[in-house]
Nanobody, 123 residues
Framework: QVLLVESGGGLVQAGGSLRLSCAAS????????VGWFRQAPGKEREFVAG???????AYAEFVKGRFTISRDNAKNTVYLQMNSLEPEDTAAYYC?????????????????WGRGTQVTVSS
């Protein structure tokens, strides 16, 4: 059984930082493309960042320079370091894994999902 578990969300002031973690069991992250997505109330789920088995990365335009995705293969965990957070970053953040050749940005391309962790940025 595949299980993805996100952690690290919380309440932070604008300009602050958080590091989200996504730990996997039942699959080996290094064999998958792993993505971080977010969904704010009333909005569609959107791509934030992704990392490929080759460690190449991709980011949404709105987070470039502020967020960094990385992985620790030994811990089978993917991280999202979020700096310079803005109130607009408030959302539930989800990690997802997909057996793909490239980092795709559509949620439908991912096969496994975690249940999410809430990030709230106050102004």
């Amino acid at each position: 059984q595949v299980l993805l578990v996100e952690s690290g969300g919380g309440l932070v002031q604008a300009g602050g930082s958080l590091r989200l973690s996504c730990a996997a069991s039942g699959l080996t992250f290094s064999n998958y493309v792993v993505g971080w997505f977010r969904q704010a109330p009333g909005k569609e789920r959107e791509f934030v960042a992704g990392i490929k088995w080759s460690d190449s990365t991709a980011y949404a335009e709105f987070v470039k320079g502020r967020f960094t995705i990385s992985r620790d293969n030994a811990k089978n965990t993917v991280y999202l370091q979020m700096n310079s957070l803005e109130p607009e970053d408030t959302a539930a953040y989800y990690c997802a894994a997909g057996w793909r050749l490239g980092i795709l940005r559509a949620p439908r391309e991912y096969d496994y999902w975690g249940r999410g962790t809430q990030v709230t940025v106050s102004s």
